[in-house]
């Protein structure tokens, strides 16, 4: 409704004025007008109005992809065109899709339209786990394949730059999809499926007289409406669509004072700063084509401020070849990893440069590189319609207000201009620049490459003022680049006239100072091309990426079909097309409430009082939730033998982010504006307590409960030894990242409440609902039909914002729902512990370990629930063998959220502080590091602290003697050592890792579930307490049933979870949880075939000629009941096994800016005899890149003094990308396995290939070492992860002294 101090205004000729816009979705024309705010996203329409829940609302900050669709829209610079193109949904705002055709996932392709070949491959290709990314993989590359008609493998790599997968690895999904690739090797065509019939493309109905709008069909008859100035109001925002800059400037003109306007092009700019206030009108620019307009001369590109950076970049690729715009070809370069393809599609040039107006610190590519080359900005005034001619830099201290950027102009240059750019960032692609560069120099090239007119350099990421570095620009002018020494003095009057800031998000000022000083000698040596000394050839550059590639080997076991046979996920079509339902995916209930929570700014203090007497008078606002409201008892943890956890804070603060109130509202943007009018005063805060360090000095470190590991004699041991080495070594945390966020609805019934959760863990989900309400657990119904990833993150943490839903449920008796964005999810649960590794270790003269004393200490955050540096000491032993130990493990308290399991918790940890050690003795004595671990190998019956004697080292005995010959290692480490002797400022490592996991049917897991055959055809379904999260437990559970019972695989489905049919099952966690269902899916279906086998033979003639649906009705009539429930029970599993694996891991660093490579990983996991192959290669690459992740960009940032995460949300946390992997990934399931052990003969994989990933670290410490010997330093130096390139950096030692151009 508009609200009273907003007005309605006509703009242009007011027949032109329409209140409404029309968006177009999968085909049939909808009008929106005044029912929708102008702040409405496109995400939320097509989810909450339309029900397409294909795509998934994750980050709603740009960069994840999860809610990529696909747009048509007139082309703005000729409307007679159309042009497509994929755009994030969470980015776009509904009413500037006014002539739009959206098409999402549903419209691709179905199961009863068939699929599209894009879903048919992903799913084939094993592309999807828990599938919460997958509708955007497809519908990214939808996007680009209809834009562009065919595409490139390389292109096809480089489009998957915004889209995040936590579950895969991305291999599958990029192998997928290159099969379609008109380069696509023959070995990946050959693996799609054959997809002749499989897919009806829909087509128009034709009907020219009236359209049904029931083909779905993008339809011919819907006229794309022309842009009409649209004005409309709704919640105190007012929508102006104008059509030209003149009525552009009415609407600005028009609006009184104290009214605010937002610009709206892409809308993308909010993804990277939220508006703190809604803007009193927003004024959409998609209607002014003189905006879009691209004008060629001979002396000038001219584009219009809202040409999106893709087309610019186009543009760019097309004019680069005119005299004097040669410099094109690397603006294009630059701006092609400026966010990501989806952001590129909309987001404009204009509003890039305003962000930098808005924002200096902002490190904007935009601004940098079109200073750099010269441009000028045309500055448009409301006021008098007049225009303005500005540089750059006097646009960052020119008012916009009233103002609008029409265009920008890039001059043409000499031929003799060189411009070089750079950005290093956290990660390789969409990611913001720690520090950016450009570069240009006008230079003699036959004349010692002398600088003939003053160069440019130009700085961001430095500080908010610095841009010019103006005394290093004049020291250069005249200079010639050969001169000995110039580098060396240039880098020393640059540091002297900069000064990075220091923020705590941001990378140090050293390494920022460091990498300036860097980047200007790359753009020197770049310039100098073949000039330079052959150990500087290529240094110039930054490592090119050259398009991955996969390989995977194992044996189908033929003897138990379809166990053992590769097959894709039993969910993997549903999953791709978006019929796959997740819990946000549930449709809206009458009278549905959204909660948004209150959450503490500070980290460590009491509360004083929560005032929300203003909040709860908003508009919308149903009532505001806290402690006080709570009628049972205010913990969300129910389980025993563990501490009590708020689900609102009552008394006491213990970490910034905590909930202390819950405010629901009839919309999701009413209870966002009264959060921020919830005034929270606090008393007694100090200083939070943020490091295992700091909480050392406050006393908060404790012992575990589990007693210190010992073994032999330690003091013997060290009595023994010729050397004796002490070492510390921090290994940082981890967010989940499970693209899925927790989420929950609780909806009163007429017994209690129904329960949706994103819980894998359903019995304390409705265990903590009952507590916190005070009523029966069997008033309680909790089901989950799947899970968009966990990896721990929802074992318990679910049920902080399921109580709080319970909560404000029971409150105001009406359905409540909570979906976290990704941000507030990071801010509100912990993740994996960061720890602190103490050791002393004694050795003989050869390398060999007689003693090791450890102190392995966890941060678990500040309750100390999930302490998991017991387990990990229990595993540190591995794949060696060392007489005497003393493992203590210990835990600290801090000022954070409470952290929690995380895939393999604990043992990553404890492993990769042990191959720390091996790497540190091998520094000690000079040796190769692979020779110390050799030495060190466990033999069978070798005792080990932590569990029985080894039975057989199988990394000794197989997997090393196989990755020597499979990975070529000693060949290649030669070549690894050839190429370091050549390269001053590149270096390479390689490194083999192997692990010892061993797998331990513990006593926590326990799970109930029901196999159900229907007499009506002999079909199966089946019911278990584990819930499908991305690890296959379906697939492979579908795979035992079919085989047990004799049925084909597509007659076996699995349906939900739920508290009613699997009562009181565990969670699902230390990697065994898929083996146990499938153990009781397996013994349940046993008991079936018995009972059938045995009525058949009271059948006349043994029931022979009888088919099985006859058989089954037989069975029913005859009262057999086949049905069968099962209850997996301790004491009944079979004994713990050991999984062995080894990794090789290739790298190349690039020494001047840190920057890194992982050229190849051959990786060995012994899976056993693989029940379902495809599954457990799935699991041991998504795993190492999971690793990968956490051992060298994922990087946590606190703020020092309030306590909060910095690190949340797609913009400052940064997992890999699908440009991160290794670009050669081969994975070996070893041959000729089997475990008696296991079930079906197989070994658990879900948790155990991620100690892999540490083979990054040690293979980038060889490249480290490598550069640090040509500083003149060599032994060991402490790493501590994650390795991010600043860090690598730094311990490169990179020196200025050093920056020479020819053998000086
Ligand atoms: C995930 C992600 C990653 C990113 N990574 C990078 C990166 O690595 N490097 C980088 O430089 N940028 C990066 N960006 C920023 C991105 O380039 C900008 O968001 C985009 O260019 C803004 O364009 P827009 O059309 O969406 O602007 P909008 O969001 O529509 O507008 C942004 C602001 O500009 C104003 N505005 C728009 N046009 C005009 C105009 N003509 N005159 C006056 N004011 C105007 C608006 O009022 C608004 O305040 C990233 C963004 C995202 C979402
Ligand atoms: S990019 Fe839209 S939800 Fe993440
Ligand atoms: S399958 Fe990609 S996020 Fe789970």
């Not at 290529?538 to 003897?559: C, D, W, Y």
């Not at 029913?1116 to 096994?1137: H, L």
Request: one cysteine or more; a negative charge.
């Amino acid at each position: 409704m508009a609200s009273s101090n907003t007005k309605r205004m006509d703009v242009g000729a007011s027949s032109d004025v329409v209140t409404s816009v029309q968006v177009t979705v999968n085909g049939v024309a909808h009008q929106v007008g005044t029912e929708f705010s102008p702040q409405t996203h496109l995400i939320d329409y097509l989810r909450n109005e339309l029900h397409l829940t294909g795509a998934k609302a994750v980050c709603r900050e740009g960069g994840c992809g999860a809610c990529t669709v696909v747009a048509t829209t007139p082309d703005p610079e000729d409307p007679k065109k159309s042009k497509t193109f994929s755009v994030n949904a969470c980015q776009q705002l509904l009413f500037a899709c006014d002539g739009w055709e959206v098409e999402t996932v549903e419209h691709l392709g179905d199961r009863h339209h068939g699929y599209h070949p894009l879903q048919e491959a992903l799913a084939s290709f094993y592309g999807t786990q828990c599938g919460y990314c997958s509708t955007g993989m497809v519908m990214t590359m939808h996007g680009q394949q209809k834009s562009r008609g065919s595409l490139t493998m390389s292109q096809v790599e480089a489009a998957l730059d915004g889209n995040l997968c936590r579950c895969t690895g991305y291999r599958p999904i990029l192998d997928a999809f290159k099969a379609l690739a008109e380069d696509a090797s023959q070995d990946l065509k050959d693996r799609l499926p054959d997809l002749e019939d499989s897919h009806k493309e829909r087509g128009c109905c034709k009907s020219k007289n009236k359209c049904q709008r029931s083909c779905g069909a993008s339809c011919e008859n819907i006229k794309t409406i022309k842009k009409k100035n649209v004005s409309t109001v709704t919640e105190g925002t007012q929508w102006y669509q104008p059509v030209s800059i003149q009525s552009l400037y009415d609407v600005i003109n028009s609006l009184a004072e104290g009214e605010t306007y937002q610009l709206v092009v892409g809308n993308t700019g909010e993804g990277v700063y939220r508006n703190s206030s809604t803007p009193t009108a927003s004024i959409s620019m998609a209607g002014v084509r003189e905006l879009y307009a691209i004008q060629k001369s001979a002396t000038s590109l001219k584009l219009g401020s809202s040409v999106s950076l893709g087309r610019a970049m186009e543009v760019f690729k097309d004019v680069q070849f005119a005299e004097g715009f040669h410099y094109l070809e690397s603006l294009a370069s630059h701006w092609s990893v400026v966010a990501n393809t989806a952001t590129r599609n909309v987001g404009s040039i204009g509003g890039n440069l305003m962000l930098k107006h808005q924002h200096p610190e902002f490190p904007s590519d935009i601004f940098l590189t079109l200073l750099g080359t010269g441009a000028s900005l045309t500055l448009g005034t409301a006021a008098d319609a007049s225009t303005s001619e500005v540089t750059l830099e006097q646009f960052l201290s020119i008012s916009m207000a009233g103002r609008v950027i029409l265009s920008v102009t890039l001059p043409q240059l000499s031929l003799n201009t060189q411009i070089h750019s750079y950005k290093i960032g956290p990660r390789a692609v969409n990611a913001h620049a720690y520090v950016n560069a450009v570069f240009r120099f006008e230079v003699n090239t036959t004349a010692d490459f002398q600088i003939t007119s003053k160069p440019f350099i130009l700085y961001g990421g430095i500080n908010p003022n610095f841009i010019h570095a103006k005394q290093t620009e004049e020291f250069l002018t005249s200079q010639s680049l050969l001169q000995p020494g110039l580098m060396v003095q240039a880098a020393s009057v640059l540091s002297s006239e900069m000064y990075p800031d220091s923020q705590p998000q941001d990378a140090s000022p050293q390494y920022r100072s460091s990498l300036a000083q860097a980047l200007l000698y790359k753009a020197v040596l770049s310039i100098l091309g073949e000039a330079v000394s052959p150990s500087l050839a290529g240094a110039g550059s930054l490592i090119t990426r050259p398009v991955s590639s996969g390989k995977q080997f194992f044996e189908e076991n033929m003897e138990m079909l379809p166990v053992g046979k590769p097959i894709p996920k039993v969910e993997s079509l549903p999953q791709v097309s978006g019929e796959a339902l997740f819990m946000n995916d549930a449709p809206i209930l009458p009278g549905e409430l959204h909660g948004i929570f209150i959450q503490s700014g500070v980290g460590r203090a009491n509360i004083k009082a929560i005032d929300t007497s203003k909040a709860v008078t908003l508009e919308g606002v149903v009532a505001v939730v806290t402690a006080a409201d709570i009628p049972g008892i205010n913990s969300f943890i129910a389980a025993n033998d563990v501490h009590p956890e708020e689900v609102f804070a009552s008394v006491e603060v213990k970490y910034a982010g905590q909930p202390l109130g819950l405010v629901v509202a009839t919309s999701h943007s009413a209870a966002k504006a009264a959060t921020s009018l919830v005034v929270v005063e606090y008393e007694n805060q100090q200083a939070p307590v943020l490091t295992i360090q700091q909480a050392q000095a406050e006393g908060w470190v404790f012992p575990t409960q589990q007693k210190p590991l010992t073994q032999g004699d330690i003091e013997e041991g060290f009595a023994a030894s010729t050397h004796i080495i002490t070492g510390e070594f921090d290994l940082g945390g981890q967010h989940h990242m499970a693209l899925e966020p927790i989420s929950a609805r609780v909806a009163p019934t007429e017994d209690g409440y129904d329960v949706l959760s994103t819980t894998i863990w359903p019995a304390e989900c409705q265990a903590t609902v009952a507590q916190v309400l005070g009523v029966d657990a069997s008033s309680v119904n909790v089901s989950v039909r799947r899970i968009g990833g966990s990896f721990g993150g929802k074992i318990s943490r679910s049920h902080m914002v399921s109580s709080a839903v319970a909560v404000a449920a029971w409150k105001t008796h009406r359905p409540v729902k909570v979906s976290l964005d990704l941000k507030t999810h990071m801010t509100l649960v912990g993740g994996r512990e960061p720890y602190y590794s103490k050791y002393k270790v004694g050795i003989d003269a050869e390398g060999k370990v007689l003693a090791i004393e450890e102190e392995l200490t966890c941060d678990s955050g500040c309750v100390g629930n999930d302490v998991a540096s017991g387990i990990g000491a229990a595993f540190m032993s591995s794949v060696y063998y060392c007489p005497n130990w003393l493992v203590q493990p210990m835990y600290a308290i801090t000022n954070t959220a409470s952290n929690t399991f995380t895939r393999a918790p604990g043992i990553v940890e404890s492993l990769a502080t042990m191959e720390a050690i091996m790497d540190h003795i091998a520094a000690v004595l000079g040796k190769d590091p692979l020779q110390v671990r050799e030495i060190n190998l466990a033999n069978a019956g070798a005792l080990r602290p932590g569990f029985t004697p080894v039975v057989r080292n199988v990394f000794k005995e197989e997997i090393l003697p196989r990755l020597r010959v499979t990975a070529d290692f000693d060949k290649r480490k030669a070549e690894v050592s050839a190429y370091n002797e050549s390269k001053r400022w590149r270096k390479r490592g390689m490194a083999l890792v192997p692990f010892c996991f061993n797998i331990g049917f513990d006593v926590i897991f326990r799970f109930g579930g029901l196999v159900n055959i229907y007499a009506h055809d002999g079909s199966v379904a089946i019911t278990h307490g584990g819930t499908d999260m991305g690890q296959g437990i379906n697939t492979k559970v579908s795979q035992i049933a079919a085989y047990i019972l004799g049925v084909p695989l597509e007659t076996v489905r699995v349906k939900a979870t739920s508290t009613t049919a699997n009562a009181n099952s565990s969670h699902q966690g230390a990697t065994i949880c898929s083996d146990i269902v499938c153990l009781g899916v397996k013994k349940a279906c046993e008991t079936l075939a018995e009972k059938i086998a045995e009525f058949k033979a009271t059948l006349p003639e043994g029931g022979a000629g009888v088919s099985w649906p006859e058989l089954l009705k037989l069975c029913v009539s005859g009262d057999v009941d086949i049905s069968e429930r099962f209850w997996t029970q301790q004491g009944k599993y079979p004994a713990n096994y050991d999984v062995y694996g080894g990794a090789c891991v290739e790298v190349e660093l690039d020494v001047l800016t840190g920057t890194f490579l992982i050229h190849r990983v051959d990786v060995i996991e012994d899976c056993g005899q693989s029940m379902s192959p495809l599954v457990d290669v799935g699991q041991v690459e998504g795993a190492l890149v999971m690793g990968l992740g956490l051992h060298t960009t994922e990087e946590i940032k606190f703020n020092p003094t309030t306590g909060q995460k910095l690190a949340a949300g797609t913009w400052s946390y940064k997992p890999p990308s699908a440009l991160d992997i290794p670009v050669d990934l081969r994975v070996t399931l070893l041959p000729n396995s089997s475990n008696e052990s296991g079930v079906l003969r197989a070994k658990a994989v879900g948790e155990p290939p991620l100690c892999l990933s540490y083979g990054v670290v040690m293979a980038l410490r060889q490249a480290i070492t490598a550069a640090r010997s040509m500083a003149g330093e060599s032994g060991w130096f402490d790493i501590s992860t994650p390795l991010t390139v600043e860090k690598i950096q730094q311990l490169c030692l990179v020196d200025s002294s050093q920056f020479v151009t020819t053998q000086e």
